[in-house]
Nanobody, 124 residues
Framework: QVQLVESGGGLVQAGGSLRLSCAAS????????MGWFRQAPGKEREFVAA????????YYADSVKGRFTISRDNAKNTVYLQMNSLKPEDTAVYYC?????????????????WGQGTQVTVSA
């Protein structure tokens, strides 16, 4: 079992930055690939970014590439999402997730555990 707790969300103006954190507890964090997803009101959940268990491979949605950076610190059991140049369309609840198998990391069904989410609101 893995418990995931997101933090760092909030209200920011367009062009600003936020850093989300996801703290994991339970089973060995370093053995899981980690991902970030988001869901805006009235929309389906969408993939944002993912990182392999070692941190050596990262993946991004086209909509955030060049603006967001995913990273992890296995010593701290934490994964981060640095979000720069935020846009109003980035407004959503952001979820982190853990996958025991590093396949299809852009797909939500690949993940075994999910956090409760943190709200990010970007004002125009």
């Amino acid at each position: 079992q893995v418990q995931l707790v997101e933090s760092g969300g909030g209200l920011v103006q367009a062009g600003g930055s936020l850093r989300l954190s996801c703290a994991a507890s339970g089973r060995i964090f370093s053995s899981y690939a980690m991902g970030w997803f988001r869901q805006a009101p009235g929309k389906e959940r969408e993939f944002v970014a993912a990182i392999s268990w070692s941190g050596g491979n990262t993946y991004y949605a086209d909509s955030v590439k060049g603006r967001f950076t995913i990273s992890r610190d296995n010593a701290k059991n934490t994964v981060y999402l640095q979000m720069n140049s935020l846009k109003p369309e980035d407004t959503a609840v952001y979820y982190c997730a853990a996958a025991s198998v590093s396949l299809r990391l852009r797909v939500g069904d690949a993940y075994d555990y999910w956090g409760q989410g943190t709200q990010v609101t970007v004002s125009a």
